[in-house]
């Protein structure tokens, strides 16, 4: 399936937003119908369209695939009066099915097309193609999934990762005048992973470990290991690992008696906890009667998944309440962590907008390669100042391909 969107100069009209279905069906006709009239009035002029590629998986019934590809339409009909300094800013959405072959060759397809850069992928295999893909051809790919990136150059992943999750962990633990943290995970190559993380991200936040424990995916009890963990003396401990074990640590903690700053993974995080998150941090009170495993547990999570957390003065606060605005009304059942998600698509295409402003800016002499421009837009990305967004504040480092940071984090705690 391949759509097409294009915001052309300011003389379009804003449709308001309406009911999902209708909504969808009006925008991806109405642009689609302005696209050959913008084009060709863009070429006539002697400017070509600002062009950005969007892969997900639409019809392979992943939810989240249709609605990032929904994003990115919403995304496009809000910007039909903006462009690019009166250049048409044109979003191409194709769908890869769920099938990572297909995303590579829509990836090539789109590049073929005259694409300045990609959003990509729904799966973790496709964004892994499509990365090489981006890599080979020197087109910037804005990558949407929390798979590690490394030895990339056109490739900026926007997902805060464990690293950057547990920096802002390490640097709360530090306003709160604690010291050494240590780590509980799995015995597993996640949990290697996991413990690399933890050991950079305490080396970013200058913080020193005490230790890690690594516990059998296949525990019942923590009791043990959260002992260990407790009888170092930390000023926090970082749980990392999936739903069921980090109960069960917690729960091992709780029960040796260990009530100090505990930090775990947003992803393991149930509806009904999430419900009992803060922004705001109290300070600490006296531990619940009835042996509540998660009280005041903490985490550090994207603006958007705790927005009505959020102080006025946030500097995410007007990023994140755009892109609601343009999420909330897709499905109304969505959980936080499927917002945050979502909110990624905006936050990249906002970023590559405001790319395509600074390149537009240098008066680029008309008529130079794809390639080049390519290339000033990777630069304007490399060098644009941090942008407090939705999901995240971002920002591109040389040899480094997270552009989330650990600043645009919230860490918030369970009441």
């Given at each position: 399936?391949?759509?097409?969107?294009?915001?052309?100069?300011?003389?379009?009209?804003v449709?308001?937003?309406?009911?999902?279905?209708?909504?969808?069906?009006?925008?991806?006709?109405?642009?689609?119908?302005?696209?050959?009239?913008a084009i060709?009035?863009?070429?006539?002029?002697?400017?070509?369209?600002?062009?950005?590629?969007?892969?997900?998986?639409?019809?392979a019934?992943?939810?989240?695939?249709?609605?990032?590809?929904?994003?990115?339409?919403?995304?496009?009909?809000?910007?039909?009066?903006?462009?690019?300094?009166?250049?048409?800013?044109?979003?191409?959405v194709?769908?890869?099915?769920?099938?990572?072959?297909?995303?590579?060759?829509?990836?090539?397809?789109?590049?073929?097309?005259?694409?300045?850069?990609?959003?990509?992928?729904?799966?973790?295999?496709?964004?892994?193609?499509?990365?090489?893909?981006?890599?080979?051809?020197?087109?910037?790919?804005?990558?949407?999934?929390?798979?590690?990136?490394?030895?990339?150059?056109?490739?900026?992943?926007?997902?805060?990762?464990?690293r950057?999750?547990?920096?802002?962990?390490?640097?709360?633990?530090?306003?709160?005048?604690?010291?050494?943290?240590?780590?509980?995970?799995?015995?597993?190559?996640?949990?290697?992973?996991?413990?690399?993380?933890?050991e950079?991200?305490?080396?970013?936040?200058?913080?020193?470990?005490?230790?890690?424990?690594?516990?059998?995916?296949s525990?019942?009890?923590?009791?043990?290991?959260?002992?260990?963990?407790?009888?170092?003396?930390?000023?926090?401990?970082?749980?990392?690992?999936?739903?069921?074990?980090?109960?069960?640590?917690?729960?091992?903690?709780?029960?040796?008696?260990?009530?100090?700053?505990?930090?775990?993974?947003?992803?393991?995080?149930?509806?009904?906890?999430?419900?009992?998150?803060?922004?705001?941090?109290?300070?600490?009170?006296a531990?619940?009667?009835?042996?509540?495993?998660?009280?005041?547990?903490?985490?550090?999570?994207?603006?958007?998944?705790?927005?009505?957390?959020?102080?006025?003065?946030?500097?995410?606060?007007?990023?994140?309440?755009?892109?609601?605005?343009?999420?909330?009304?897709?499905?109304?059942?969505?959980?936080?962590?499927?917002?945050?998600?979502?909110?990624?698509?905006?936050?990249?295409?906002?970023?590559?907008?405001?790319?395509?402003?600074?390149?537009?800016?240098?008066?680029?002499?008309?008529?130079?390669?794809?390639?080049?421009?390519?290339?000033?837009?990777?630069?304007?990305?490399?060098?644009?100042?941090?942008?407090?967004?939705?999901a995240?504040?971002?920002?591109?480092?040389?040899?480094?391909?997270?552009?989330?940071?650990?600043?645009?984090?919230?860490?918030?705690?369970?009441?």
């Open positions: 399936m391949r759509r097409t969107h294009v915001v052309p100069p300011a003389s379009a009209l449709t308001p937003p309406r009911p999902l279905v209708s909504t969808l069906l009006r925008t991806t006709v109405a642009l689609c119908v302005l696209l050959a009239a060709a009035a863009a070429q006539a002029d002697g400017s070509s369209p600002w062009r950005i590629g969007v892969i997900a998986s639409q019809s019934g992943s939810a989240i695939g249709a609605l990032q590809a929904s994003v990115a339409e919403r995304f496009a009909a809000a910007y039909v009066a903006v462009g690019v300094y009166g250049v048409p800013l044109v979003i191409d194709r769908d890869d099915a769920g099938d990572p072959r297909r995303a590579e060759s829509l990836a090539r397809e789109l590049i073929d097309e005259g694409v300045l850069a990609l959003v990509c992928c729904t799966s973790p295999s496709a964004s892994e193609r499509v990365s090489a893909v981006a890599e080979a051809s020197g087109v910037v790919l804005l990558k949407l999934d929390g798979t590690p990136t490394t030895d990339h150059v056109w490739t900026l992943a926007l997902r805060a990762d464990a950057t999750q547990m920096t802002a962990a390490a640097v709360h633990v530090a306003d709160e005048g604690k010291s050494a943290m240590a780590l509980m995970t799995l015995d597993n190559a996640f949990g290697v992973d996991a413990a690399e993380a933890f950079r991200a305490l080396a970013d936040a200058g913080r020193e470990p005490v230790g890690t424990i690594q516990y059998p995916p525990a019942t009890v923590l009791t043990p290991e959260a002992l260990w963990a407790a009888t170092r003396e930390p000023g926090a401990i970082v749980v990392w690992g999936l739903t069921t074990d980090t109960d069960l640590a917690l729960r091992g903690l709780r029960t040796r008696g260990w009530f100090g700053p505990a930090y775990v993974r947003p992803e393991t995080i149930g509806p009904a906890t999430w419900r009992r998150l803060t922004a705001t941090a109290e300070g600490p009170t531990p619940p009667t009835g042996g509540d495993a998660w009280w005041q547990v903490r985490s550090a999570v994207s603006p958007v998944t705790v927005f009505e957390s959020l102080p006025a003065e946030h500097p995410n606060r007007e990023a994140a309440a755009a892109a609601l605005a343009r999420i909330e009304t897709l499905d109304a059942r969505l959980d936080p962590m499927e917002v945050g998600t979502l909110a990624l698509v905006d936050d990249a295409l906002t970023l590559l907008q405001r790319a395509f402003e600074d390149v537009a800016a240098l008066a680029l002499p008309p008529g130079l390669p794809a390639a080049s421009v390519r290339q000033a837009v990777l630069d304007a990305l490399m060098s644009a100042p941090p942008r407090p967004l939705a995240g504040t971002y920002q591109a480092r040389s040899g480094d391909p997270r552009m989330a940071r650990w600043q645009g984090l919230v860490v918030v705690m369970t009441r």
